[in-house]
């Protein structure tokens, strides 16, 4: 029968390139960005989060940026690791309710 | 520490039965809160609850009950089981209700037939 998959974006990039994934959210009341990666079988893993007067933060290989005039955040994975396969998700919240809301999730492969 | 645990992993159920999925976090978070992800649809929030004794309805909470056992356990139940239900189910926790760093268990694959 037909194989209904799981249709994400999906980014495919070599070892050691660096990696852009992109997310566009909708609520202009959300004041707080994460970022979450999961691999196949797993529970989503934190990588980053961005308070919304921040522009810009880095972690270990990882840069988060946040655009709130256009409302777009990005994940920027330096030197990507075929490690770094996995499906990544964005989630924004508004501290008045302090629940996050997921993105639909982009996956990264890695070829080595 | 174990982290988050949720049983079981797998589960398959029939149209009309019923089952409860176990969590427990061992991290003495305050918050706890349950997803189901389905294919292309990310992570929907079903019910969480802030702190012991508490819980509220998330995103889409029709068909399923919780219980806040105590501080470090958060059932989810389904009581008439529906095909629509067939998903993973994740259980996080948070060390405070505005925390945005949330621990995710393993997951509880379940098919209902």
């Known amino acids: 029968g037909e194989n209904v998959g799981l249709h994400l974006p999906t980014l495919s990039v070599q070892e050691g390139d660096n990696s852009i994934i992109n997310c566009a959210y909708s609520?202009?009341?959300?004041?707080?960005f994460i970022w979450y990666k999961q691999e196949s079988g797993k529970g989503p893993q934190f990588i980053i989060d961005?308070?919304?007067?921040?522009d810009k933060r880095q972690g270990q290989r990882v840069t988060v940026l946040l655009n709130k005039t256009v409302k777009h955040l990005s994940l920027q994975i330096a030197a990507t690791q075929p490690g770094d396969s996995a499906v990544y998700f964005c989630?924004?919240?508004?501290?008045?309710?302090?629940?996050?809301?997921f993105g639909k999730g982009t996956m990264l492969l890695v070829s080595p | 520490n174990a982290g988050v645990t949720q049983t079981p992993k797998f589960q398959v159920l029939k149209t009309g039965q019923s089952m409860t999925l176990q969590c427990a976090q061992d991290m003495n978070h305050n918050s706890m809160y349950w997803y189901r992800q389905d294919p292309g649809m990310g992570l929907r929030l079903i019910y969480y609850?802030?702190?012991?004794?508490?819980?509220d309805k998330g995103e889409v909470p029709n068909g399923y009950n919780v219980s806040r056992l105590n501080k470090r356990e958060f059932s989810l139940r389904l009581e008439s089981a529906a095909p629509s239900q067939t998903s993973v189910y994740f259980c996080?926790?948070?060390?405070?209700?505005?925390?945005?760093?949330?621990?995710f268990g393993p997951g509880t694959r379940l098919t209902v037939t």
């Open positions: 609850s802030a702190s012991e004794g508490t819980t």
């Open positions: 996080a926790s948070s060390q405070r209700h505005n925390s945005y760093e949330q621990y």
């Open positions: 609520n202009s009341a959300s004041d707080y």
């Open positions: 961005i308070r919304s007067n921040m």
């Open positions: 989630a924004d919240s508004n501290s008045g309710y302090s629940t996050l809301t």
